[in-house]
């Protein structure tokens, strides 16, 4: 994690694409305690069902994925935001090509370390 108190500029340009298989991508931004995610899914990408201790809120910015949470079905589309609460077992199905940001407070340690193998695992 970043300890820099100066503030940064990031063009997203200049962030690398990281491509954890053959349907999901992201691109990540990390400050000292907070993470922003562009996550690119192609239709029919699936995040699997985990959960973790971050607060995570997912706007979507293109397309729609299909949350399973909290024992409901909720279809979430451009436009729109989903909060997650910290440790709330959660999974996702992209209905058509899909571009969301994702805020995580604090940052994804398992996205840092690259340690995130229910994302690299393929459909």
């Not at 962030?15 to 996550?39: P, S």
């Not at 910290?86 to 995580?104: G, K, R, S, Y």
């Amino acid at each position: 994690m970043s300890t820099s108190t100066q503030a940064k500029y990031i063009p997203w340009k200049s962030v690398e694409h990281e491509q954890l298989n053959e349907l999901i991508g992201r691109e990540m931004v990390v400050g000292d305690r907070i993470m922003l995610a562009r996550v690119f899914l192609k239709k029919g990408a699936h995040v699997p069902l985990h959960h973790h201790p971050n607060e995570q809120v997912t706007y979507i910015l293109e397309g729609a994925l299909k949350f399973a949470i909290d024992g409901k079905e909720i279809v979430v589309r451009a436009g729109e935001v989903l909060c997650i609460p910290p440790n709330m077992p959660h999974e996702a199905w992209a209905l058509q090509d899909t571009l969301d940001l994702d805020v995580f407070d604090p940052p994804r340690e398992d996205w840092l370390s690259k340690t995130d193998q229910y994302l690299r695992h393929g459909r």
